[in-house]
């Protein structure tokens, strides 16, 4: 079971970044994307259910960070539009070998047992 991450970088203030989450290993239910800032915990940015591509996003990225998935592929991406830079940090993507909700999810980490090896995205002003 892995989840591979890819796309971080550096980007000015205002770019954009696509992130791309490769799951391998067995068949999920849904994946979510997390952020952890310098000294900060790991917050809950986007999350997304397979069976009915039901999106879920923290109020600060709404608009900004589409999330979407291809099944077939087992592939979750974000798409990081007009970026900010406090939003400078290691970004990663989890999700459970049990169903979850996303609701759920996006406000508890702690909640999935399965996640990437994180990207750093730098976001320079």
Known sequence: VQLVESGGGLVEAG???NLTCAASGGRYTGMAWFRQAPRKGRAGVACIHFNDGKTFYDE??????PISRDNDLNRVYLRMDSLKDEETATYYCATDRVPFPCQVAINSPRSLDLWSQGTQ?????
């Open 60 to 65: 600060s990225v709404k608009g900004r960070f």
């Open 121 to 125: 995205v730098t976001v320079s002003s």
């Open 15 to 17: 770019g954009s970044l």
